[in-house]
């Protein structure tokens, strides 16, 4: 059975550090890996994809990578800012689902001016 | 331009009653799903919808029910509610839900419930 965690399930850093944020899961059998951040109250955003057959992906600031034979993935969070501060949550997409996703329990980020 | 969307944002009802949550996609997707998340954050599958038909249904009490329309709407009744129904509920879609790696999902704004 498909197992995500994310350690740390808390992170306080001050303004402009660079951060990372890390997941794994228990089976190597994916189709791919997606990384949310959700805001207090709202919904998920989804920030980054990475298919199975890819090692990373860059979207502005951030960058997750993906080492599938290991079960691990992390979120680069380049120079953080206050407005990144959120819940990230790491979840896969198991190779025999239908589609759904399974999650890890988040990692509060918050970053302090 | 909401891509996902669900309504009611909150809904506070006593227990035993009756009540639905609608989620509307415009993103022309084929599947969308129900997630649940619970006190402690944690976001679990309910349902998966591909082409109005249904292809997941997970460990959840036939007190619950989804409805599919059409391939743009997936609403979720839930009868009899209890206080353990007490949750987020967010609606979700992406382009395929068969065995490929390339489906982002996007997820609505959630429906808060709260059973009395």
């Known amino acids: 059975k498909q197992e995500v965690t994310q350690i740390p399930a808390a992170l306080s850093v001050p303004e402009g550090e660079n951060l990372v944020l890390n997941c794994s899961f228990t089976?190597?059998?994916?189709?791919?890996l997606q990384w949310f951040r959700q805001d207090p109250g709202k919904g998920l955003t989804s920030l980054l994809l990475i298919q199975s057959s890819q090692r990373e992906q860059t979207s502005g600031r951030l960058n997750a990578s993906l080492d599938k034979s290991s079960g691990r993935s992390t979120l680069y969070i380049a120079a953080s800012q206050p407005g990144d501060s959120a819940t990230y949550l790491c979840a896969v997409r198991p190779w025999r689902s239908q589609g759904n996703l399974i999650f890890g329990k988040g990692t509060k980020l918050s970053v302090k001016p | 331009d909401t891509a996902v969307s669900q309504t009611p944002k909150y809904l506070v009802t006593q227990m035993g009653n009756d009540k639905s949550i609608k989620c509307e996609q415009n993103l022309g997707h084929d599947t969308m799903y129900w997630y649940k998340q619970d006190s402690k954050k944690f976001l679990k599958i309910m349902f998966s919808?591909?082409?109005?038909?249904?292809?997941i249904n997970e460990t959840v009490p036939n007190r619950f029910s989804p409805k599919s329309p059409d391939k743009a709407h997936l609403n979720l009744h839930i009868n009899s509610l209890e206080l353990g129904d007490s949750a987020v509920y967010f609606c979700?879609?992406?382009?395929?839900?068969?065995?490929?790696?390339?489906?982002?999902?996007?997820f609505g704004p959630g429906t808060r419930l709260t059973v009395l």
């Open positions: 979700a879609s992406s382009q395929k839900g068969e065995m490929t790696g390339d489906n982002e999902q996007f």
């Open positions: 089976d190597s059998a994916i189709y791919n």
């Open positions: 919808y591909n082409n109005k038909e249904l292809i």
